[in-house]
Each structure stands twice: as structure tokens, then as C-alpha cells.
């Protein structure tokens, strides 16, 4: 699992923890860290976004929570929290959007500002090609 292998130390670390009573949320934790790791790389190549799900222990019961490092750390207090869907009903508005976290992150790692307009065409193109694998995953 992406979790369990050893971190880089210079590369940003994307922290989620989400319920693990909905079995879906983990499956939404590894689709969300692809499709931001896909944008980061579009705009940065030298970015390599890794992951830690859950390193916490057991998080709280219905929760999804997002939070970004610079460099992986265990303590907490040194990570940039860009989502909580703690509160959010019903529980499909639980999980952001890369769009959603996209900006928060992008200002957390310090790289160049994701309001010019080839971060737009980045995120558009993620867009565009996340419909067709869906549509593609119903068929």
C-alpha cells in the first residue's frame, strides 16, 4: 500500500484520515492523492507527492480530513490542514474535489501562484479526463 512504504524526506507528504467504517473513503483517499499528484507534477515535475492515510491511529467516525507537509513529520501541529469534511452532510460533500484543495495546497508547499492561467488549464484537463474514466468505469 502507498501508506506503509518509507518517505522521502525532501518531498511533500499529503496526510489523510479518513472513517474507516465507509469502505469507499479509502478508495476516495487514493483517487484524490493521484489526481492532485497528477496536477502538482503538470505544473512542478520535480514534485513528487506522497501519502500517509491514517497515520494517526483511528480516526473519528465519519470523518475525512486532508492535511499537507513540506517534508514528512509526525508531529501534527506542523501540518497545513486544506480540507475537513468532519461536519459536512450529506456524506458524498465529505470528500473534496482536487479543484476544492488544489489552491490551499499549492500555497502550503509554497509553489508558484495556481491562479495563473496554465494552472487553469491543468485543472481543466483533470477535469476532462476524470469524466472520461468514469464514463469509461460505467460502461
Same mark, same amino acid.
Given at each position: 500500500? /502507498?501508506?506503509? @512504504? $518509507? ?15 465507509? #469502505?469507499?473513503?479509502?478508495?476516495? !483517499?487514493?483517487?484524490?492523492?493521484? &489526481?492532485?499528484?497528477? !496536477?502538482?507534477? !503538470?505544473?512542478? $515535475?520535480? =514534485? ?10 483511528? /480516526? ?11 517534508? $514528512? &513529520? ?5 501540518? #497545513?490542514?486544506?480540507? &475537513?469534511?468532519?461536519?459536512?452532510? $450529506? ?12 489552491? /490551499? =495546497? ?7 501562484? /495556481? ?13 476532462? @479526463?476524470?469524466?472520461?474514466? &468514469? ?5
Amino acid at each position: 500500500m /502507498p501508506d506503509k @512504504s $518509507p518517505l522521502d524526506p525532501n518531498q511533500p507528504v499529503l496526510y489523510i484520515e479518513h472513517c474507516r467504517y465507509r #469502505q469507499n473513503y479509502r478508495r476516495m !483517499a487514493l483517487n484524490l492523492h493521484s &489526481t492532485l499528484a497528477e !496536477a502538482l507534477r !503538470a505544473i512542478h $515535475p520535480a =514534485v513528487k507527492l506522497q501519502l500517509r492515510i491514517n497515520d494517526k491511529g483511528m /480516526p473519528q467516525i465519519g470523518s475525512f480530513e486532508v492535511s499537507i507537509a513540506s517534508n $514528512p &513529520t509526525d508531529d501534527a501541529k506542523s501540518r #497545513q490542514r486544506v480540507w &475537513t469534511g468532519l461536519r459536512r452532510m $450529506p456524506s458524498a460533500s465529505k470528500i473534496p474535489h482536487v479543484d476544492d484543495i488544489f489552491t /490551499p =495546497v499549492c500555497h502550503a508547499l509554497r509553489l508558484s501562484d /495556481p491562479q495563473t492561467e496554465s494552472h487553469r488549464r491543468v485543472l481543466t484537463n483533470l477535469r476532462h @479526463s476524470e469524466g472520461s474514466r &468514469t464514463r469509461r468505469q460505467l460502461q
